[in-house]
């Protein structure tokens, strides 16, 4: 174990919501010593008892300790939190949830200001913090050479996975999976609908909804990757546009008689539709990403 892997590594936690706080809670419980500041100083109170240093303002935080760890709430936050604050010599790791642009112009104006920085997206939720069979964890990227140098302490809340230099791919990969997340939350949402004024028990659709998609996902989601690297959008089609573009038709009409609206799933369909204009129609959705790109 390094000096910097140790559990003697000062740590320094701007942003004591939620989240900041089941991490500093992590902190404190492996034994690092926890400088914390928050903007509203009466969420810091609580930690006091289990061994955090509460600063009084973030320059003093910062000035704490060389792994400066922010989780705020947006990057308008962060820039108000760090605003004419001395960052020379500091290792500035942001976990708050931005854009890649976002955080590219953060690790730019970080490192203006004489520090080094690390960009994280949280896979996580607050009860997942500090629970690894929970199986949650943050994507980090930026300086692999800030990454290794701090992974361990990074490790104490929950896990890490680095996906690469450009301090905007945390970000990236966040977001790519929040916003899948949401499409499936989607999907959910009109198949409750659908059941909604049937005399069908929710709590036993659901396992049957769980287990549909979790049999969809694997598949679909590996072929599409396997198709977008080869190109080729034919060979081991299972279910083909031609066809799904009928079946979106009953899907419709069946939401039209169920008094559903089809405003969650009419615009995966019309996307399915303008490929399939260009199209033989023996493919399957992969082509569809592409359409979507500007
Ligand atoms: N909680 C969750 O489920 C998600 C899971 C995935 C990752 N997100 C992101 O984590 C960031 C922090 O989220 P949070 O859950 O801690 O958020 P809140 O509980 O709302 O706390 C927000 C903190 O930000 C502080 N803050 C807000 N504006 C400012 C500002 N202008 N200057 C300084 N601090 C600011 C706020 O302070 P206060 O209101 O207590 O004074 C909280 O410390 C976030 O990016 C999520 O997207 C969480």
Redesign the pocket.
Known sequence: MTANASAETPVTLL??????TALARTWLAAGHPLTVW???AA?AEPLVAEGAKVADGAAEAVAASTLVIV????D??VA??LDGIDLTGKDLVN???TTPAEARARAAWAEERGARYLDGG?M???PMIGIPEAGGYVFYSGSRELFELHRESLAVPVGTTYVGEDAGFAALHDVALLSAMYGMFAGVTHAFALIRRENIDPVAFAPLLVNWIQAMVDPSVEQTARQLVSGDLTTDVVSNLAMQVAGTKTLLATAEEQGVSAELIQPQFALMRRLLATSTGEEDLTGTVDLLLR
């Open positions: 942003g004591l919501g939620a989240m900041g928050n903007r509203t969420r989780c705020l709430l947006d308008a936050s108000a939190a976990l708050t949830t949280i996580a939720v607050p």
